[in-house]
Nanobody, 123 residues
Framework: QMQLVESGGGLVQAGGSLRLSCAAS????????MGWFRQAPGKEREYVAA????????YYADAVKGRFTISRDNAKNTVYLQMNSLKPEDTANYYC????????????????WGQGTQVTVSS
């Protein structure tokens, strides 16, 4: 089993920034593609961003491209999501995700989930 623990969520005004962190344990972190998803109340969980095992490639949903940056530190077993220019529509519970041996392209690819961290953006 891999354990994923998110942190860094909170309340921020529109236009502000937050950085989410996800600490992984239980498996060799560098063997896993990592990603972030989010789920707003009454909506389905949606893809936000993903990063390959080495960190050499990143992928983003159109809604966050240019505002969010995913990165990872394999020495610290941690993946990050830097969120800038936040909008009220970014309000959601954000989930860290891991996939063994490949990058995450869709929700069905995920092997492990974190418990989520709430991000609330006020207008």
């Amino acid at each position: 089993q891999m354990q994923l623990v998110e942190s860094g969520g909170g309340l921020v005004q529109a236009g502000g920034s937050l950085r989410l962190s996800c600490a992984a344990s239980g498996r060799t972190f560098s063997n896993y593609g990592m990603g972030w998803f989010r789920q707003a109340p009454g909506k389905e969980r949606e893809y936000v961003a993903a990063i390959t095992r080495s960190g050499g490639r990143t992928y983003y949903a159109d809604a966050v491209k240019g505002r969010f940056t995913i990165s990872r530190d394999n020495a610290k077993n941690t993946v990050y999501l830097q969120m800038n220019s936040l909008k009220p529509e970014d309000t959601a519970n954000y989930y860290c995700a891991a996939r063994s041996s490949a990058y995450i392209a869709k929700i069905a690819d995920v092997d492990y989930w974190g418990q989520g961290t709430q991000v609330t953006v006020s207008s």
